[in-house]
T-cell receptor, first 115, second 116 residues
Framework: AQSVTQPDIHITVSEGASLELRCNYS??????LFWYVQSPGQGLQLLLK??????LVQGIKGFEAEFKRSQSSFNLRKPSVHWSDAAEYFC?????????????FGTGTRLQVTL | GAVVSQHPSWVICKSGTSVKIECRSL??????MFWYRQFPKQSLMLMAT?????????EQGVEKDKFLINHASLTLSTLTVTSAHPEDSSFYIC????????????FGPGTRLTVL
């Protein structure tokens, strides 16, 4: 069975600083990988996804992530964090079930941004 | 875009009563909907997958008689928590995907259920 590990429960960064959120996955085949952001009162929003091809994927809001098969990782990065980026971030791995991809989520990383 | 709504956003009920949560896709036809449960400071756990017009597929450990799921139309799925108890208190989130959505799931804002 697939699994996702987000080692950092809580991260605090200063506004303008760079950010890296870690994600490691366990899956027997090539995974479908996702990063979502969850803000209070709002649904999870997809930041970016990796299905195949270029291992460095660009997402919305200036985020990017790099798929490293050798390390089973899919870390999320942003060069300069804004105060509005404070939220909960979830990494997820999906199975291709044909019509939709069942997702297994990590436990999330809460990002706090200090001014 | 693709918008998914949930109603209600929060509900408080007495132990032993049943609660229905609605999940609607507002601007697309959702052939598949998912229901998740999220405990405080924890991840989302998939409860069940429902395809329009067919019975839901429940994940291991989820009681199908406890959590009734109906996906009667391409825009609406409902989750009914029957005979709710305090341990059912949680944050319930639905997501939906459909034709032309490239397997991407669109999430609702969630429903906070508190059982007294």
């Amino acid at each position: 069975a697939q699994s996702v590990t987000q080692p950092d429960i809580h991260i605090t960064v200063s506004e303008g600083a760079s950010l890296e959120l870690r994600c490691n996955y366990s899956y027997g085949a090539t995974p479908y990988l996702f990063w979502y952001v969850q803000s209070p009162g709002q649904g999870l929003q997809l930041l970016l996804k990796y299905f195949s091809g270029d291992t460095l994927v660009q997402g919305i809001k200036g985020f990017e992530a790099e798929f490293k098969r050798s390390q089973s990782s899919f870390n999320l990065r942003k060069p300069s964090v804004h105060w509005s980026d404070a939220a909960e971030y979830f990494c997820a791995v999906g199975l291709d079930t044909g019509t939709a991809s069942k997702l297994t989520f990590g436990t999330g990383t809460r990002l706090q941004v200090t001014l | 875009g693709a918008v998914v709504s949930q109603h209600p956003s929060w509900v408080i009920c007495k132990s032993g009563t049943s609660v229905k949560i609605e999940c609607r896709s507002l601007d697309f036809q959702a052939t598949t909907m998912f229901w998740y449960r999220q405990f405080p400071k924890q991840s989302l756990m998939l409860m069940a997958t429902s395809n329009e017009g067919s019975k839901a597929t429940y994940e291991q450990g989820v009681e199908k008689d406890k959590f009734l799921i109906n996906h009667a139309s391409l825009t609406l799925s409902t989750l009914t928590v029957t005979s709710a108890h305090p341990e059912d208190s949680s944050f319930y989130i639905c997501s939906a995907t459909g034709t032309g959505k490239n397997n991407e799931q669109f999430f609702g804002p969630g429903t906070r259920l508190t059982v007294l």
